[in-house]
T-cell receptor, first 119, second 113 residues
């Protein structure tokens, strides 16, 4: 597709369950970001991938959160033992390769998000 | 954590009026970006201004940056009902070779016909 694709668009789960959220970035974008957005707030940085590796995971709130990008394209955000406080919209974004490789405008392209509700 | 703080939190205007939103931040930046978000949708990039620039235009948008005051403003001229959305500023720094964006809490703009 032309844009960043995220699935599922909505996920309702029960407290304590395991959840996976998927992000398919724009083709050719080696940089991939996960953000979390609570109601009425701005996006909060979670993790950044350059290629297959997590270059910055400083925003992950705790060890229940984990993300992978095994082939440098699709990424999966995994949340174990979900809690009600995890309820939010999880946004994925991608961007062009970092400066020095190709032109990098610094612009992020966002998906529509995955809305997670933990009951 | 959020670096940028937008002001006002909410803004309600009539079509045809100008809308001004302000953003303040705390640390040194490489660039500052503004994004728009319609209710329930993803964010869309509007404009980027680099730390060595003072003003930038794009259509009806005008962005200013004052690095000495660590502040930026977004002006939307001749607003339309379709401009109704939340607007976020995001400060970017090239950290470890990538552009890490930290977003503010946003300004919710309502433009009434």
């Amino acid at each position: 597709g032309a844009g960043v694709s995220q699935t599922p668009s909505n996920k309702v789960t029960e407290k304590g369950k395991y959840v996976e959220l998927r992000c398919d970035p724009i083709s050719g974008h080696t940089a991939l970001y996960w953000y979390r957005q609570s109601l009425g707030q701005g996006p909060e940085f979670l993790i950044y991938f350059q290629g297959t590796g997590a270059a910055d995971d400083s925003g992950l709130p705790n060890d229940r959160f984990f993300a992978v990008r095994p082939e440098g394209s699709v990424s999966t955000l995994k949340i174990q033992r979900t809690e009600r406080g995890d309820s939010a919209v999880y946004l994925c974004a991608s961007s062009l390769p970092e400066r020095g490789q190709r032109a990098n405008t610094g612009e992020l392209f966002f998906g529509e998000g995955s809305r997670l509700t933990v009951l | 954590s959020q670096q940028g703080e937008e002001d006002p939190q909410a803004l309600s205007i009539q079509e045809g009026e100008n809308a001004t939103m302000n953003c303040s931040y705390k640390t040194s930046i490489n660039n500052l970006q503004w994004y728009r978000q319609n209710s329930g949708r993803g964010l869309v990039h509007l404009i980027l201004i680099r730390s060595n620039e003072r003003e930038k235009h794009s259509g009806r948008l005008r962005v200013t940056l004052d690095t000495s005051k660590k502040s930026s403003s977004l002006l939307i001229t001749a607003s339309r009902a379709a401009d109704t959305a939340s607007y976020f500023c995001a400060t970017g720094e090239f950290s470890g070779g990538y552009n890490k964006l930290i977003f503010g809490a946003g300004t919710r703009l309502a433009v009434h016909p």
